[in-house]
């Protein structure tokens, strides 16, 4: 008898619940095999001089996909972790392990879909379907008012004909069995024992290593600092504590909260790698709008994954023609070498602006700044300092616990007027993000 198998393809989607491409595998299969490849390009340095991820930010990612691991080893499989690209070594997975289909989350920048590109040829060669999902986003596209090439550029418009005319699903049920490919530990009776012997038992050690920190080059002198914890437990006890007391009094004990720079949930990180699903946060809110009514940061989250779901449909519908930048492609691939003193002022926190400096000094130690912050040192560095826009792109993608190609590069795309939303164009100035972030900036000299 041939059983049907399943990889399940892990990428930005670290999660149990609310995982459509999870769920239809079990439904789908007899045994299913989840894989996470690590990348070796997700620490490579780019022509920017800056690296694909920094320290901050692959230990989030470490524990996010260590908390995954365990998750299924609690329901008697693993994750299978393997050191390389995937389209280096699905090809070696899928005749291993006798793979009928693999399953993964669509991505919707250029690098990520480039990927999904590549393996999608490899297994076509094999006679193997790679099936797409979207699990990324608050809306589906199909419950969307409008086709993806008609969602309208400017926001406002996305955000009044979204919020009046789309739905949210409800969130796919959390699954609490699941036959593993190979799986073997806790093993409770003999009936177990031999349906997992007959996917074939992968022995443990065969499950792969998660890499270290040391192992990948950074220098571990001391313990990061971070408040932040990867992985969808840590990220549930976030979002159950932040809406336990209805936001407000529980925000003012979160370290980081304190300062003017205005709310800030601080799920995004969880959300980029998709510990947190966008429906999940979303209906977690409603249920504790229905015990505490409205407030202000409830909104804030609310317009937070609207803005998500913007930067992923305006990037599905666009791709690199979000950016009015014709010449942007050819000028990624070779950009200008910058020997420039300002930029790497900027970087260290040393520009001489007191806010500006804060802000950059708070996101290398410790990965994160609130939404405000960011577009001040963007508005600083693009604006004041006259550096092009993609240099500080870069540098949030190696910093930002919470980095996702859409919301970044468009963010930074509308900071230097180079995004289709034309409202953003234009109003990036510094002494307006300084009263957005109501502070004496008494101190602070004179920028020019």
């Given at each position: 008898?041939?059983?049907?198998?399943?990889?399940?393809?892990?990428?930005?989607?670290?999660?149990?619940h609310?995982?459509?491409?999870?769920?239809?595998?079990?439904?789908?299969?007899?045994?299913?095999?989840?894989?996470?490849?690590?990348?070796?390009?997700?620490?490579?340095?780019?022509?920017f001089?800056?690296?694909?991820?920094?320290?901050?930010?692959?230990?989030?990612?470490?524990?996010s996909?260590?908390?995954?691991r365990a998750?299924?080893?609690?329901?008697?499989?693993?994750?299978?972790?393997?050191?390389g690209?995937?389209?280096?070594?699905?090809?070696?997975?899928?005749?291993?392990?006798?793979?009928?289909?693999v399953?993964?989350?669509?991505?919707?920048?250029?690098?990520?879909?480039?990927?999904?590109?590549?393996?999608?040829?490899?297994?076509?060669?094999?006679?193997?379907?790679?099936?797409?999902?979207?699990?990324?986003?608050?809306?589906?596209?199909?419950?969307?008012?409008?086709?993806?090439?008609?969602?309208?550029?400017?926001?406002?418009?996305?955000?009044?004909?979204t919020?009046?005319d789309?739905?949210?699903?409800a969130?796919?049920?959390?699954?609490?069995?699941?036959?593993f490919?190979?799986g073997?530990?806790?093993?409770?009776?003999?009936?177990n024992?031999?349906?997992?012997?007959?996917?074939?038992?992968?022995?443990?050690k065969?499950?792969?290593?998660?890499?270290?920190?040391?192992?990948?080059?950074?220098?571990?002198?001391?313990?990061?600092?971070?408040?932040?914890?990867?992985?969808?437990?840590?990220?549930?006890?976030?979002?159950?504590?932040?809406?336990?007391?209805?936001?407000?009094?529980?925000?003012?004990s979160?370290k980081?909260?304190?300062?003017?720079?205005?709310?800030?949930?601080?799920l995004?990180?969880?959300l980029?790698l998709?510990?947190?699903?966008?429906?999940?946060?979303?209906?977690?809110v409603k249920?504790?709008?229905g015990?505490?009514?409205?407030?202000t940061?409830?909104n804030?989250?609310?317009?937070?994954?609207?803005?998500?779901d913007?930067?992923?449909?305006?990037?599905?519908?666009?791709?690199?023609?979000?950016?009015?930048?014709?010449?942007?492609?050819?000028w990624?691939?070779?950009?200008?070498?910058?020997?420039?003193?300002?930029?790497?002022k900027?970087?260290?926190?040393?520009?001489?602006?007191?806010?500006?400096?804060?802000?950059?000094?708070?996101?290398?130690?410790?990965?994160?700044?609130?939404?405000?912050?960011?577009?001040?040192v963007?508005?600083?560095?693009?604006?004041?300092?006259?550096?092009?826009?993609?240099?500080?792109?870069a540098?949030?993608?190696?910093?930002l616990?919470?980095?996702?190609?859409?919301s970044?590069?468009?963010?930074?795309?509308n900071v230097?007027?180079?995004?289709l939303?034309?409202?953003s164009?234009?109003?990036?100035?510094l002494?307006?993000?300084?009263?957005?972030?109501?502070?004496?900036?008494?101190?602070?000299?004179?920028?020019?």
């Open positions: 008898m041939k059983f049907k198998k399943i990889l399940v393809w892990f990428r930005n989607d670290l999660r149990l609310d995982n459509e491409m999870l769920v239809e595998a079990i439904a789908k299969s007899d045994y299913i095999l989840p894989v996470y490849f690590f990348d070796p390009s997700l620490i490579q340095e780019t022509r001089e800056t690296s694909k991820s920094g320290i901050n930010k692959v230990q989030f990612l470490l524990e996909i260590s908390a995954l998750a299924f080893q609690k329901l008697g499989g693993n994750l299978l972790l393997v050191n690209k995937p389209e280096d070594e699905m090809a070696k997975l899928v005749e291993k392990y006798d793979i009928s289909e399953y993964h989350h669509r991505e919707v920048g250029p690098e990520e879909t480039a990927v999904s590109a590549k393996v999608e040829d490899l297994l076509w060669k094999h006679k193997i379907n790679l099936k797409h999902f979207i699990g990324h986003t608050l809306y589906n596209k199909e419950d969307l008012p409008f086709p993806i090439k008609d969602i309208p550029d400017i926001f406002a418009q996305f955000k009044k004909k919020e009046r789309a739905i949210v699903k969130c796919f049920e959390e699954p609490a069995v699941i036959n490919v190979g073997i530990e806790n093993v409770k009776n003999a009936e024992l031999e349906r997992i012997q007959n996917s074939g038992i992968i022995e443990s065969e499950w792969g290593e998660l890499p270290t920190l040391d192992a990948l080059g950074f220098e571990v002198n001391t313990s990061p600092d971070l408040y932040t914890k990867g992985g969808e437990a840590a990220g549930l006890e976030h979002l159950e504590h932040l809406l336990k007391e209805g936001s407000d009094i529980y925000l003012k979160v980081g909260n304190s300062d003017k720079a205005g709310f800030s949930s601080r995004s990180s969880w980029a998709g510990c947190l699903s966008p429906r999940k946060v979303y209906w977690m249920s504790a709008e015990k505490f009514g409205n407030n940061n409830f804030q989250i609310f317009l937070g994954l609207l803005w998500r913007y930067y992923r449909f305006m990037f599905k519908k666009h791709g690199v023609k979000f950016f009015q930048e014709p010449e942007l492609e050819k990624v691939a070779e950009p200008e070498t910058i020997y420039n003193a300002a930029i790497r900027w970087k260290s926190a040393d520009t001489g602006h007191v806010l500006v400096d804060r802000y950059m000094k708070e996101l290398n130690e410790s990965g994160f700044i609130p939404h405000a912050a960011r577009l001040l963007a508005t600083y560095l693009v604006h004041v300092l006259r550096v092009h826009w993609i240099y500080g792109a540098y949030f993608e190696e910093k616990l919470d980095y996702s190609p859409a970044n590069w468009g963010n930074w795309a230097a007027g180079a995004g939303d034309l409202k164009k234009n109003v990036f100035d002494d307006k993000q300084i009263k957005i972030l109501d502070v004496d900036v008494s101190a602070a000299p004179t920028y020019a």
